[in-house]
C-alpha cells in the first residue's frame, strides 16, 4: 500500500492588497461616470441610429434576397428550352429500343447542359421507356429499356464507363412500367405543358427526387413523356451554394410548403430519413434541424415581405419567396443575421467614443483623492482577510475605528479567524484520512486488474493475456524475421488425480506445476495456464532447436514427483510443438496447430513432444474422404447435403422470438449429420471458408423470404462470416450484389464476426464499415473472449455484442464469474450496443440477464436449432 500523501502546506501570503482595492475603487467610481455616457449614447443609437440601420439593412437584404431567387430561376430555367429542342427532334425521328445510341446521345447532352438533372427518362403509351442514369456510388451510366408488350417484366441494363465505353450487360424482371409512374401521369394530363412532380422515389435509386416532364403525342398519334429527374441530393447542393453569398440561411420546401427539399447555411446540412416501408424520407419544414429555420416557419408572414425576428439571441432579417416551377410553385426561406447588413457607423462610433473617453479622464482626476480617503480602512481589513484566506491565523485584526460599522466588521473578523483555526485543524486531519482510503483504492484496482489477466489458481497469466502477447510477437518476429515457439502442455493422467482424490487435490498439482514452468521462462518470455490441466510456453527469439531442448527440459521437470494431499504423484506431461510464423501467422491458427501437435503426442504414448507438421489436419485417409466430400457438397455434385438450421433469438422482457441465427448443418450420404466442429477445420484447412460462407449467405436470403411470412415478428436474420471472407477483396461487393438481387432488406441482415476473424482480416474494418453504411446489422461474436474487444467496439461501427456461451454457463458458479458478466453487459450498455446472451440453458441463467438489462436471449431453454421446414410449419 503507497504511502499517504502528505497535507497541503498553507500557501505563502501574497502581496499586500492596497493597491489593487484602490485601483478598484477608482475604475468603480469612474465607471458610475462611463455608465452615464452610456445612457446618452444608448438614447441616441435607439431614437436615430437603429431606425436607419434598420431600413438599410432590410433594403440590402432584400436585394440579396431577389438575387437568391433569380439563381434559383435560372438553374430550372434550362427545363422548358431543353425538353422542347429533344420533343422536336423525336416527334419526326422517336427514339427505338433496338438503336438506342441517338437516345443515349442526346440524354447525356441534356444532362451536360442541365448539372441538376441526374437522369432522363422516357416513355410512351406502349409500354415502352427508355432510362439513362448517371450512378455516381459506381461511376458507371447506365442504360434501361423497357417493353411491356413484348418483354413484359423483364428489362435490358446497359452499363457504361464516363466515357460511353460499354462495360456490361444483364436482364432483370422488374414489376415497372413507365405508364403508372408519378411522372408520366402527370405529364399526360396536360400534353405540351412541362409538369413537375411532387417529390418521390425513383426507381432504380431508391432515392427522393422531383421529375419535370412533358407529354406529347408524336406524328403517327401515339403519347410520349419525356421526364428529367432531379434527386434531393442535387437540390441540396444548389442551396448549398446560395447560402454562401449572404451568409445565413436557404430552405428550399416542396411545392405542398411541408417537406425540405434543400437546406443550407451554417452548421446545418439537409438529412434524409428512413420510412417504415424502408423508404428514404425527407425531412418535415417544422422538424429541421436548425433552430433558426423552426423560428421562422413558426411565424406567419406575408409572401416575399422582408421580417425581423430575434431568434438564438440576436435579430435575424428573413423573407418567404415563390419560385414558380411550371405547374407548381417552390418555396424558399431566406434568413440572415440583421448585424450582417449594418451601414458603416465607424464614424459616429469613433466620436462618441471619444468624447466618452475625454470624460472619463476628467472624472478620473476629481475621484482620485476621494478614493484614496475610502480606501485606506477598508483595505487594512481586506489584509486582515486576505491572511485568513492563506490560512495564517495568528494576528488579530485591530477593532479602534471611528466608523461603527469597521468596528463591527472588524470585530466580526476576529470571531471568523478563530473559528477557522478550528476547522482548518479538523480538515487537515481528514486529508490525510482520505490519502489513505485513496492508496487502499488504487492497490484495489491494480489488484482487480491483475485478476482480470490472471488465472486465479496459479496466477500464470490467462488464456486473454497469452493471446495479447501471441499477437504483439509474431508482430515483432514478423518484423525482425526471427521466429517464436508455442509449446503447448498437457498434463498426463490428471483426470485419475481429479477422480480419485478430487479437485482439491487437483487443485494442489496445478499450483506445484505452475513454479515448475516458470523455472523454465526467460525474461521476455510467458508461461500462462488455459484451462483445466493445459499450459502454454511463449518463447520468443528459438529456432526448432532451442524449443525442443527448452521441451526436454520440462518434460524432465514434470516427470519430477510432487507432493499434494500428503501422497506422492508422478503425471509426466505431453508436449505439442508450434513456430510461427512458420506454423500459423495468427494467434488462433498457431495455438490450434501445437494443439493438434499435442494431440499427436498424446496419441503417440504421452511423455513426450511432437513438433508439428504440415498436413497433421488431413492425415488420416478417412479426413481427406471427408475433405473431398465437403468439396463435392460445395460444387454442388450428387445430393448436396448443406443445410442451415435456425435458432431463435428471444427478447428476454417479453418471451417472444424477435430474430434468428442459420447455423450450417451437414448431411453427409453415409455418415448422416456431421458436427460443424468437424468438418469446419476441414474447411478452414481446405480453403473452402469463402465457398462455405457464400452458401451459408445464399440459403440464409433464400430462406428469408419464407422465415419472413412464417415467423412474422422476426426482425432480421444472423448468419456468420469468416476471416477468409473478410479478405476477399470484392466482400462487400458480394453481399450487397446478394441483397439486391433477392430484394432482401439491408437492415434485416445481421452479420456476426468474431474477434479473431477481425484479428486475421487486414482489410475486414474497411469491409463492415460500407456495409454498415448500407444499413447491414453487425454483430461481434464471442464478446470477451479476446484480448481488445472493447477497441473495436469503439472503431467499428456495430450494432449488437454477443456474450459467448463460456461466461453464461459459468453463471452462479461463483461471484468472479457473475462480477465479469456484469462488467461485459455494463460496457456494452455505455456504448449503446444491444446485447445477445449465447448459451442460456436454464431459467436462473435467463433471470441473471434479464435483471441486468440484456436485451436477447439464445440457447436450449427455448429452442435448439432445427431445420427449416420446422419453423414453416411443416413438422
Avoid at 110 to 120: G, I, K, Q, R
Avoid at 396 to 425: I, K, P
Avoid at 588 to 600: I, M, P, V, W
Amino acid at each position: 500500500m503507497a504511502p499517504p500523501e502528505p497535507p497541503v502546506s498553507p500557501a505563502p501570503l501574497a502581496q499586500p492588497v492596497r493597491p489593487r482595492f484602490r485601483r478598484i475603487l477608482l475604475v468603480r467610481l469612474l465607471g458610475t461616470a462611463l455608465g452615464l455616457l452610456l445612457a446618452f449614447l444608448l438614447i441616441v443609437v435607439l431614437v436615430v441610429v437603429a431606425p436607419l440601420a434598420q431600413r438599410h439593412a432590410e433594403a440590402l437584404f432584400s436585394s440579396q434576397t431577389q438575387t437568391v431567387r433569380a439563381e434559383v430561376a435560372t438553374a430550372f430555367d434550362d427545363v422548358g428550352g431543353l425538353q422542347t429542342l429533344l420533343i422536336a427532334d423525336w416527334q419526326a425521328n422517336p427514339p427505338t429500343l433496338d438503336a438506342p445510341e441517338a437516345f443515349i446521345r442526346q440524354a447525356r447532352g441534356v444532362m451536360t447542359a442541365l448539372p441538376p438533372a441526374t437522369s432522363v427518362v422516357l416513355g410512351n403509351e406502349h409500354g415502352q421507356g427508355w432510362l439513362l442514369l448517371w450512378r455516381a456510388d459506381r461511376q458507371e451510366w447506365w442504360l434501361r429499356l423497357t417493353d411491356r408488350e413484348r418483354w413484359g417484366d423483364e428489362h435490358r441494363f446497359v452499363a457504361f464507363d464516363p466515357q460511353g465505353q460499354e462495360l456490361r450487360r444483364w436482364r432483370e424482371r422488374l414489376p415497372y412500367d413507365p405508364r403508372v409512374r408519378p411522372w408520366y401521369r402527370l405529364a399526360t394530363e396536360q400534353p405540351g405543358v412541362t409538369r413537375w412532380t411532387h417529390p418521390y422515389v425513383f426507381y432504380i435509386t431508391r432515392e427522393p427526387g422531383i421529375t419535370a416532364a412533358r407529354a406529347w403525342r408524336a406524328r403517327d398519334g401515339s403519347l410520349w413523356t419525356l421526364g428529367f429527374d432531379l434527386r434531393v441530393q442535387e437540390i441540396q447542393a444548389i442551396a448549398e451554394r446560395l447560402s454562401r453569398p449572404h451568409e445565413g440561411r436557404v430552405a428550399m420546401v416542396d411545392f405542398d410548403g411541408d417537406e425540405l427539399l434543400g437546406l443550407a447555411g451554417g452548421a446545418v446540412s439537409l438529412t434524409l430519413g428512413v420510412a417504415p416501408s424502408g423508404e428514404p424520407e425527407l425531412m418535415r419544414l417544422d422538424a429541421a434541424p436548425d433552430p433558426v429555420l423552426r423560428a421562422l416557419v413558426a411565424h406567419a408572414s406575408d409572401a416575399q415581405a422582408v421580417h425581423t425576428a430575434w431568434i438564438t439571441g440576436q435579430p435575424w432579417l428573413w423573407t418567404r419567396q415563390p419560385v414558380a416551377l411550371g405547374n407548381e410553385t417552390l418555396t424558399l426561406f431566406l434568413a440572415a443575421p440583421w448585424m450582417s447588413f449594418l451601414p458603416p457607423l465607424r464614424f459616429w462610433l469613433g466620436a462618441l467614443l471619444l468624447s466618452m473617453v475625454l470624460a472619463m479622464a476628467a472624472a478620473a482626476v476629481l475621484v482620485r483623492r476621494w478614493a484614496d480617503q475610502l480606501s485606506r480602512p477598508i483595505e487594512t481589513l481586506a489584509d486582515a482577510a486576505h491572511r485568513m484566506a492563506a490560512l495564517s491565523f495568528t494576528d488579530s485584526v485591530r477593532t479602534d475605528y471611528a466608523s461603527a460599522e469597521l468596528h463591527t466588521l472588524a470585530r466580526a473578523l476576529n470571531h471568523l479567524r478563530r473559528r477557522l483555526a478550528v476547522y482548518t485543524a479538523r480538515l487537515r486531519a481528514r486529508e490525510a484520512d482520505l490519502a489513505r482510503e485513496v492508496a487502499a483504492l488504487r492497490a484495489a484496482e491494480q489488484r482487480l486488474l491483475h485478476i482480470g489477466l490472471h488465472d486465479a489458481l496459479t496466477d500464470l497469466p490467462n488464456r486473454r493475456l497469452l493471446m495479447e502477447h501471441l499477437q504483439h510477437a509474431l508482430a515483432r518476429a514478423d518484423r525482425g524475421e526471427s521466429s517464436i515457439a508455442l509449446l503447448f502442455i498437457d498434463l498426463d493422467y490428471f483426470k485419475e488425480v481429479n477422480d480419485t482424490r478430487g479437485h482439491e487435490v487437483g487443485d494442489e498439482v496445478l499450483r506445484e506445476v505452475a513454479p515448475r514452468l516458470l523455472h523454465h521462462v526467460r525474461a521476455g518470455d510467458l508461461a500462462a495456464r488455459l484451462g483445466g490441466d493445459e499450459f502454454v510456453l511463449l518463447l520468443e527469439g528459438v529456432s526448432a532447436e532451442v524449443a525442443i531442448e527448452r521441451a526436454e527440459d520440462v518434460l524432465e521437470a514434470l516427470r519430477t514427483p510432487l507432493v499434494a494431499g500428503g501422497e506422492r504423484w508422478s503425471l509426466g506431461a505431453s508436449i505439442g510443438i508450434a513456430l510461427g510464423p512458420r506454423d500459423g501467422a495468427d494467434p488462433g491458427t498457431l495455438l490450434r496447430h501445437a494443439d493438434e501437435a499435442l494431440y499427436r503426442a498424446k496419441a503417440a504414448g504421452r511423455n513426450r513432444w511432437v513438433l508439428y507438421e504440415r498436413g497433421f489436419s488431413q492425415s488420416t485417409e478417412a479426413t481427406r474422404a471427408l475433405r473431398v466430400a465437403l468439396e463435392a457438397a460445395l460444387q454442388g455434385s450428387g445430393t448436396d447435403g448443406l443445410e442451415l438450421w435456425w435458432q431463435p433469438q428471444i427478447a428476454l422482457d417479453s418471451g417472444e422470438a424477435v430474430a434468428a441465427e442459420g447455423l450450417l448443418r451437414w448431411r453427409h450420404p453415409q455418415r448422416g449429420l456431421v458436427p460443424p466442429a468437424e468438418f469446419i477445420p476441414l474447411a478452414e484447412d481446405a480453403g473452402l471458408m469463402p465457398a462455405l460462407g457464400w452458401r451459408v449467405l445464399d440459403l440464409a436470403l433464400a430462406a428469408a423470404p419464407e422465415l419472413a411470412r412464417a415467423q412474422p415478428r422476426w426482425r432480421h436474420v444472423a448468419v456468420n462470416v469468416s476471416a477468409r471472407q473478410l479478405e476477399l477483396p470484392d466482400f462487400a461487393d458480394q453481399v450487397l450484389e446478394r441483397l439486391a438481387r433477392t430484394g432482401w432488406p439491408a437492415e434485416r441482415l445481421e452479420l456476426e464476426v468474431t474477434e479473431s476473424v477481425l484479428l486475421e482480416s487486414a482489410n475486414g474494418r474497411a469491409h463492415l464499415e460500407r456495409l454498415a453504411a448500407h444499413g447491414v446489422r453487425l454483430a461481434l461474436d464471442d464478446f470477451g473472449t479476446g484480448y481488445s474487444s472493447l477497441s473495436y467496439l469503439r472503431q467499428l461501427p456495430f450494432d449488437v455484442v454477443k456474450i459467448d456461451a463460456s461466461f453464461v454457463r459459468d453463471l452462479g458458479a461463483g461471484a468472479q464469474a457473475d462480477s465479469l458478466v456484469e462488467a461485459l453487459i455494463a460496457m456494452a450498455k455505455a456504448l449503446g450496443l444491444e446485447l445477445v446472451a449465447e448459451g442460456v440453458e436454464t431459467e436462473a441463467q435467463r433471470a441473471f440477464l434479464a435483471a441486468r438489462g440484456v436485451d436477447l436471449g439464445q440457447g436450449y431453454l427455448w429452442s435448439r436449432p432445427q431445420p427449416l421446414a420446422a419453423w414453416l410449419g411443416q413438422r
